[in-house]
Nanobody
Framework: VQLQAFGGGLVQAGGYLRLSCAAS????????MGWIRQAPGKEREFVAAISRNGGNTDYTTSVKGRFTISRDNAKNMVYLQMASLKPEDTAVYYCACNPRGISSGVYVSPSMYDYWGPGTQVTVSS
């Protein structure tokens, strides 16, 4: 599967962005999907995950209540709606796929993902 994230940009604190991830290839139907971010000088950090069937989601604590992950399997798309953005959300955001798990599985560590796309930069100004 090939992944491409887009939709990043520069936004003021308190603002909103919607990231999208387009997937190509038949493997997407087997993918538990996740969004992972990496800020300058820091390790990659899990942000949000959604199961293959879309029925389960999970979020890192710092984004709960502000971010929403969703997917449209008919369109091979995954989304991350980000509201009430904070400067500490500034990072490169990646979408990633785990094709090995069960249909209801969510994966909360970057190391659990096999396929990654190029990231999209999100910058939140104070």
């Amino acid at each position: 599967v090939q992944l491409q994230a887009f939709g990043g940009g520069l936004v003021q604190a308190g603002g909103y962005l919607r990231l999208s991830c387009a997937a190509s290839g038949r493997t997407f139907s087997r993918c538990g999907m996740g969004w992972i971010r990496q800020a300058p000088g820091k390790e990659r950090e899990f942000v949000a995950a959604i199961s293959r069937n879309g029925g389960n989601t999970d979020y890192t604590t710092s984004v709960k209540g502000r971010f929403t992950i969703s997917r449209d399997n008919a369109k091979n798309m995954v989304y991350l709606q980000m509201a009430s953005l904070k400067p500490e959300d500034t990072a490169v955001y990646y979408c990633a796929c785990n094709p090995r798990g069960i249909s209801s599985g969510v994966y909360v560590s970057p190391s659990m993902y096999d396929y990654w796309g190029p990231g999209t930069q999100v910058t939140v100004s104070s």
